[in-house]
């Protein structure tokens, strides 16, 4: 017997879902799902606030547990008068500044130069593996790299160089941050890259592009001046988002920045983990001024942003067409972007050749003997970690997903707008500086007995998954083509079955990535293990992070090309998963439409 | 301003393997407004792509293009001087409708006085004067549909393509935007190329019409400019359709 | 997305969160005092080790260990790799004020020196319990009083002796054609001569550490006051002709002394890359061991200082709130175990000294460790010489801040 029509106002906002005439509150269908929303922030932002008191209760001398009754400033004194404080805030600053405006001057630059030429193309495939690598094992790849022992100095030592021994320079771990830099510029810039091409795609980039030719600017001009100021406001949140990772990065600045002093969040770690337990109120009120730090920072940048929109408005309409020295400006920028992804390739390359190496000493380009006996050895050690990184990922992308489809499936059903401050919301774990909340996080974990669990760890994970696979999903989902839901809606099927046999079939591309992403973010936290993992969980990133102070490169690198390799194979079966699912399922005369690309 | 015209010569397109225009030469004189009808995905838009000199790589052309004396074949865009109106605005959404139509202004003209006054003038003679501070937002679509046919006029193009620029405006205001675009390309005597579905375009153009499609076994009407096999494609060209006694 | 209905909808899933969650600690027995009960209530448990896992030759022994008791007693070890042991302390002080006196996360720990003195001072240690070891009897404790007496803190039962250390220096014979320098005075003028050449760990590192201390005893006037808890006067008076010696000998070092290795194996891997000449190791058999793995030249030799070096014996330690205290002090009684110290002591393995007794072994194990090659770079014990005693460790607190003072900007 056919279900009845269903109205088409099954879905009227304000309203509850379809099915209000039944009776019973949780049980309704959508009842539930209303609840996702108010899950996904309570998951959210409530242990995030919550951290954050927990650590901004202690800096100002609150933490009963420890003998911190009374408030006072005794903590923000003994902070003040650490001898290691000025030359952290300064460092950290620097670095963190210095990072983000190359990457984003560079991504900018990319675009503008080079946008239209095949090599924009080519961009877009490598953009998925460079963004799934883990920040920490480009870092280990990069110092090994660019040392003066290193990779570099090998090829070209002692034919060109000269250099029997390696030469005395601090090129890696150098006092002023650079080589730091160097690394999170070879991570942000794909990152900013990629939020720039979502962007482009919601402005009709090409088209004003071409009147802006027509009218006879150069392209790179005709980008600048048209296309960047629409696109700004939208690269905006994920810039703020990398500089305030920038300024409080932990496993790069451990493995690539000075050591003496560190950057402020290193420095704070090793205040939290000191056996004094009055470090911990200094720790916590340096917590604190990172956060404040942070704030500034990306104020500042606001604050730069207005006048460099005021300097250059006029500028934007005073004529001038470019064209001059573009094309030498887009060989150079062109190159500087192949150069960066090549370093990218060659630190990933950097850890897998050290993997197989059997001995490798410095002037040999190449190590003299070769082996699998790394790999042998470590396979045992190796696969707890292993196992570890793989199930908390695969839980964390899982749930994050599921959590994601329901918020946007909800807002559908019921017609809310995202709003911007929605988007806030959802930057607010990567905004905050981790270190800034995670130790009250932590305090809040062990409160309540689950530091050091399975969930605890899975939760922590999920609370910055939950971003990226937001972001990446949310644009896909929201320009599905609505009629094909109303149109499933008028030939009788229910919402949910709308949902699971219509929508999500034609966004499994987009669903897949966004899971592969959140696998990718999850494999490369650091501090959330160290913090919630209560010491009794190690991932491959905090044994690579810990490995790669050590000497033996050659286990470095078996650790560090897994962790690398995790997250690049969760892409590939994520791109290659659809096309063969399509290819089994049965072609029929009657195809149903679930078949095709959607949004994807 | 410029009296010069407009001309194809053998310009072909290819998606692939597939033919999608036969060489095609034809010559659109100074004033005339030159009329591209044809099925939807026949290649109109990517004959006026190769013509701006932004063609999608994935397509293959040949053929030249002469703007008046000069050879434009392989010129960048924005050395072309052909302007583009598309059937979207494309105002530039940062920018208020006075900095819009600034934007189109050569460079040639340097002092912001000076630039300020064209843009006013501009403005004033379209009736839309006052407007220079606006957001292109608040706007009307046939307000906006005109700034950006003036932002396109003060850059002094010398010949025009028109991508069914009047598509998107409902019927009232179409016919006098349309009215408006033709007295401008006659007073400048601009080559023009126009792209549409819509036959009463062609027939406010008054020119020439090149239809695209499949050659017909026999068409008595007109003589074919390209050179084609039989049902192959084709581009006919067709003289101007008389206007219809109303 | 958000709105007042969601935010108290999100307030009443919190509310609910901890009920839906529950506690995941423990409730454990009381440990008895029989090694057969012991060795039951042991099987089964997991003993979460946290050790310092810098050294991958250590972390395999550490590996071959847990792979013997899980054989012989049903124990899984899982290594908890640290960066510095002071992590694993803080995280059981954390632990204790958190209120936490039952299901702890760290179960065994690798220590010795100021990390035992804090927990010991603290309360945060479990035992005595050495003597319900079988294998404590075989130690060592006439001829090594470090076993005791550690770092001039009485043992007391609290930590059973795992190796014995001393501070040697290790030279790339290849490189230093003469001699190398055997005294703090002739490294600085070593150092003059080759710059560049020379490093240590930045303190707090313990190899750091001990270098600076090694250079205090042979610079102070007075060393016994070392001996003493340290006083502002005594610290001031002793350490004066120290900080003098390291202005001068930091302007000769590797990276002009503004930058320094994280640790021993960094800085072994500088002596391997050939970025300085002389390095340091807490471990005799350190040198012979890295270079059957192929992480230093054959060429690699060690020495030490005329006037001796400092030496001490390093510790695992249970957490007063350990989950699986059988366990770990089954673990403790294995490493202590002739087979596990002998494995310990082969070069191609770590080459770390044992802390038994010779005497007290059986005749066969007697011969097993004698017949033990020393490797090619290790010193043999008296070539080793006198083995200076570790300070008290209030010194060490106040040497690495000072260090970190002047040096660490």
Known sequence: ?600 | MSGGALRLCKVSLRLGPRLLLPPLSLTVRAGEVVTVTGPSGCGKSSLLAYLCGTLDPAFRASGRVFVGAVDVTGLPPERRRIGILFQDDLLFPHLTVGENLAFGLPAAVRRGRDRRERVEATLAEAGLAGFAHRDPATLSGGQRARVALLRMLLSEPAALLLDEPFSKLDPALRAKFRQTVFDHVRRRALPTLLVTHDPADAEAAGGRVVAFGHAPADDPAAGPATEGKAGGPVAVIRPAPLPRRS | ?409
């Open chain 3, 1 to 409: 997305m958000p709105s007042r209905r969601t935010a108290l909808r999100a307030l009443a899933v919190l509310a609910a969160a901890p009920a839906l969650l529950g506690r995941w600690a423990a409730r454990g027995a009381e440990v008895p005092e029989d090694w057969g009960a012991i060795l039951e209530r042991a099987r089964g448990q997991t003993v979460y080790f946290n050790a310092w896992g810098g050294d991958e030759r250590i972390n395999a022994y550490i590996a071959w260990v847990g792979e013997a008791v899980a054989e012989r007693f049903g124990v899984t070890l899982r290594h908890v790799k640290l960066a510095d042991t002071a992590e694993a302390v803080s995280r059981v002080l954390a632990e204790k004020v958190a209120g936490r006196t039952e299901g702890g996360s760290v179960d065994l720990i690798w220590l010795n020196g100021e990390n035992f003195a804090a927990m010991k001072a603290q309360g945060l240690l479990f035992g005595p319990f050495t003597h319900l070891t079988p294998n404590y009897r075989l130690v060592d404790t006439e001829d090594k009083p470090s076993t005791t007496i550690d770092f001039t803190v009485p043992v007391e039962g609290m930590e059973a002796p795992w190796g014995m250390a001393q501070l040697v220096f290790l030279y790339d014979t290849a490189r230093i054609g003469g001699s190398p320098p055997r005294s703090m005075a002739a490294l600085l003028d070593w150092a003059r001569s080759h710059p560049g050449r020379f490093t240590y760990p930045a303190p707090p590192d313990f190899i750091g550490t001990t270098f600076v201390k090694q250079a205090i005893y042979e610079l102070a006037e007075d060393p016994d006051l070392l001996q003493r808890p340290a006083t502002d006067q005594a610290f001031a008076a002793v350490t004066a002709p120290l900080w003098s010696w390291l202005d001068a000998l930091h302007l000769h070092l590797w990276r002009d002394g503004k930058q320094f290795p994280q640790n021993n194996p960094m800085l072994k891997r500088l002596l391997d890359d050939g970025e300085i000449d002389i390095a340091l190791s807490f471990n005799p058999g350190d040198a012979s061991s890295a270079i059957a793995q192929g992480l230093l030249p054959e060429t690699v030799r060690t020495y030490v200082l005329e006037r001796g070096t400092i030496g001490n014996t390093h510790f695992v330690a249970i957490p007063f709130n350990a989950r699986a205290k059988e366990g770990a002090m089954v673990v403790a009684n294995f490493l202590m175990s002739p087979e596990a110290q002998l494995r310990k002591q082969d070069p191609a393995i770590w080459g770390d000294p044992t802390v038994l007794d010779m005497d007290k072994l059986s005749p066969e194990d007697r011969v097993r460790f004698e017949s033990l090659p020393l490797g090619v770079a290790t010193l043999s014990a008296e070539e080793l010489g006198p083995v200076l005693l570790e300070p008290h460790p209030s010194w060490v607190a106040r040497i690495e801040a000072e260090w970190r003072r002047r040096y660490g900007r």
């Open chain 1, 1 to 600: 017997m056919a279900p009845p029509l269903r109205p088409v106002t099954a879905g009227h906002p304000g309203r509850g879902g379809a099915g209000a005439l039944r009776a019973g509150g949780l049980l309704r269908p959508g009842g539930l799902l209303r609840y996702v929303p108010a899950l996904t922030l309570s998951l959210f932002l409530a242990p995030i606030a919550a951290g954050l008191v927990g650590t901004w209760l202690p800096a100002f001398g609150w933490l009963p547990a420890l003998g911190g009754q009374s408030f006072g400033l005794s903590a923000w004194r003994a902070l003040f008068a650490a001898p290691e404080l000025p030359g952290a805030v300064a460092l950290t600053l620097g670095t963190g500044i210095l990072a983000t405006v190359l990457s984003f001057a560079l991504a900018v630059g990319f675009c503008a130069a080079c946008h239209g030429t095949r090599s924009f193309a080519w961009l877009r495939h490598v953009l998925a593996p460079l963004l799934a690598v883990p920040h920490a094992a480009v870092a280990i790849g990069l110092a090994f790299l660019i040392a003066p022992s290193g990779w570099i100095a090998r090829l070209l030592s002692p034919w060109a160089t000269g250099w029997e021994t390696p030469p005395d320079l601090a090129v890696v771990r150098d006092p002023y941050g650079l080589s730091l830099v160097l690394g999170l510029v070879l991570k942000e810039t794909p990152y900013l890259l990629l939020m720039s091409l979502g962007a482009l795609g919601q402005v009709q980039a090409e088209r004003a592009v071409a009147v802006a030719r027509a009218l006879g600017y150069g392209p790179a001009t005709a980008w600048l001046k048209a296309v960047l100021p629409q696109i700004y406001p939208q690269i905006r949140l994920p810039l703020y988002a990398v500089l305030a990772f920038s300024l409080s990065v932990v496993d790069v600045a451990l493995v690539l920045g000075p050591g003496t002093p560190p950057p402020l969040a290193p420095l704070l770690l090793r205040w939290f983990n000191d056996p004094d337990l009055t470090m911990r109120f200094q720790a916590a009120a340096g917590a604190g001024l990172q956060l404040v730090l942070v704030a500034a920072a990306v104020a500042l940048w606001a604050g730069g942003e207005r006048l460099v929109g005021r300097l250059v408005r006029p500028w934007l309409s005073s004529g001038g067409r470019g064209g001059a020295g573009e094309s030498l400006a887009r060989r150079v920028i062109g190159g500087v972007t192949a150069g960066l992804i090549g370093a990218a390739a060659l630190c990933l390359a950097g850890l897998a050749v050290w993997s197989v190496a059997d001995r490798w000493r410095y002037p040999d380009p190449l190590p003299t003997t070769w082996t699998l006996g790394n790999w042998q050895r470590h396979v045992e050690a190796l696969a707890w970690p292993a196992w570890t990184t793989l199930t908390v990922g695969l839980a964390a992308a899982a749930l994050a997903t599921a959590l994601v489809l329901g918020c946007l499936e909800n807002e559908q059903r019921h017609g809310l707008r995202p709003s911007a401050r929605g988007l806030w919301l959802l930057y607010a774990p990567l905004m905050v500086p981790q270190v800034s909340f995670l130790f009250g996080a932590q305090v809040l974990l062990v409160r309540l007995g689950l530091d050091g669990t399975w969930p605890a760890l899975v939760w922590s994970h999920l609370l910055f998954v939950l971003p990226y696979v937001f972001l990446s999903l949310a644009d896909p989902y929201r320009a599905l083509d609505e009629r094909y839901a109303r149109t499933a809606l008028c030939l009788g099927a229910s919402p949910a079955r709308v949902f699971w046999r219509v929508k999500l079939p034609m966004l499994l591309r987009p669903v897949l990535v966004a899971f592969a992403i959140g696998f990718a973010v999850s494999v490369s936290l650091y501090l959330p293990t160290l913090f919630a993992g209560g010491g009794r969980y190690a991932t491959l990133t905090t044994e690579a992070v810990s490995l790669a102070a050590g000497a033996d490169r050659r286990v470095v690198g078996v650790y560090a090309f897994l962790q690398a390799m995790l997250p690049l194979l969760a892409f590939a079966a994520a791109l290659a998963l659809p096309a063969a699912l399509r290819r089994r399922r049965p072609r029929r005369a009657m195809r149903r439409g679930s078949g095709s690309e959607g949004a994807g």
